[in-house]
């Protein structure tokens, strides 16, 4: 049996931002249901913290396994 997947999102906009996104790069995301309900996503940002963004700044992506391993182990390294 397969385990969950990870969900990751791309920053389509970085509109008040730009210091944390990068527009173009995917992002790990953090399940928040409580930030959902307020449409906003978790993801970890460019210093290596998780925060709280309007979600319409991304797109969720859905990938294929290797990819996600490879950016969770870059994730965890920056």
């Known amino acids: 049996m397969r385990t969950a997947k990870h969900q990751f999102a791309l920053c389509l906009r970085n509109t008040d931002y730009e210091a944390s996104l990068i527009r173009g790069k995917v992002y ?15 993801v970890i940002d460019e210093d290596g913290e998780d925060y709280l ?6 797109v969720l992506v859905d990938l294929p396994r290797p990819v996600e391993k490879q950016l969770l182990a870059i994730a965890s390294v920056a």
């Open 28 to 42: 790990p995301v953090l399940p928040d249901s409580r930030a959902a309900n307020d449409a906003l996503i978790r």
């Open 53 to 58: 963004f309007p979600e319409d700044l991304f």
